[in-house]
């Protein structure tokens, strides 16, 4: 290898480091931040969106998949541009919620894309936020290659965030947050937190009364009772 070969290749490798570094500052992470097109092509899980002649290969949940259409429709995918070293590519979702949560589970230790776009598509994003706010590792590790200890360290770690998140399965947690002011579930949950609980778990803590007290309950009855299941 001559000298000047050398030196032009180690410098090459340099400009490939600064670019590498550059694409990770959040404002270029976010500069795509959504898609409308056609359908160009899809695969086992990823997409490719025709804009004005461009394809953009994106990698996708199978749920985000199935809500994109058939090859030649319009369509539209929020995006976020993931990079590393050695490869930037597009991740694709059906809308803000799902990329919400892809952005919180990367935040995980062990979690990677490839993992956050399986329990994304083994679960819906309410279901997800029911799973993180009740602790339920089980439902986590459905997806595939989520195995029992990272689903707990998910829930772990995600449990006090998931109240706040966007996503709502129609379960217990959101049938509670949407109960109207005055009602006895409104006022345990109220109760509930007065004694310290957050938000979202004396929210669940309450629904699970009402499930297991029905809705003929006293509230004295039902704060008792969700009182045991928020501090279980």
Not at 144 to 159: M, Q, S, T
Request: proline fraction near 2%.
């Amino acid at each position: 290898m001559s000298e000047d070969f050398a030196s032009a290749e180690a410098l090459a490798e340099k400009q490939k480091g600064k670019l590498a570094s550059f694409a990770r500052l959040p404002h270029i992470q976010t500069m795509i931040a959504k898609l409308s097109g056609r359908l160009d092509a899809t695969g086992e899980d990823w997409a490719i969106v025709d804009v004005g002649g461009v394809g953009y290969l994106v990698h996708c949940s199978s749920r985000t998949l199935a809500a994109l259409g058939g090859v030649g429709e319009a369509c539209t995918v929020h995006t976020e541009l993931q990079v590393s070293e050695n490869d930037m590519r597009l991740l694709g979702f059906a809308d803000g919620a799902e990329r919400d949560w892809f952005r919180l589970l990367t935040g995980v230790q062990g979690v990677g894309s490839k993992v956050a776009l399986a329990i994304l598509s083994a679960l819906s994003t309410g279901d997800l936020r029911d799973a993180c706010g009740r602790g339920d590792a089980a439902m986590v590790a459905r997806a595939n290659g989520v195995g029992p200890k990272l689903a707990g360290r998910i829930v772990n770690e995600l449990k006090d965030k998931a109240g706040g998140m966007p996503g709502g399965s129609g379960g217990f947690a959101a049938g509670v947050a949407m109960a109207p002011a005055g009602s006895k579930g409104a006022d345990a949950a109220s109760a509930l937190e007065n004694l310290g609980f957050k938000p979202a778990v004396a929210a669940q803590a309450v629904a699970r009364a009402l499930e297991e007290l029905g809705e003929g309950a006293s509230e004295g009855d039902l704060i008792r009772v969700a009182l045991k299941k928020a501090a279980s």
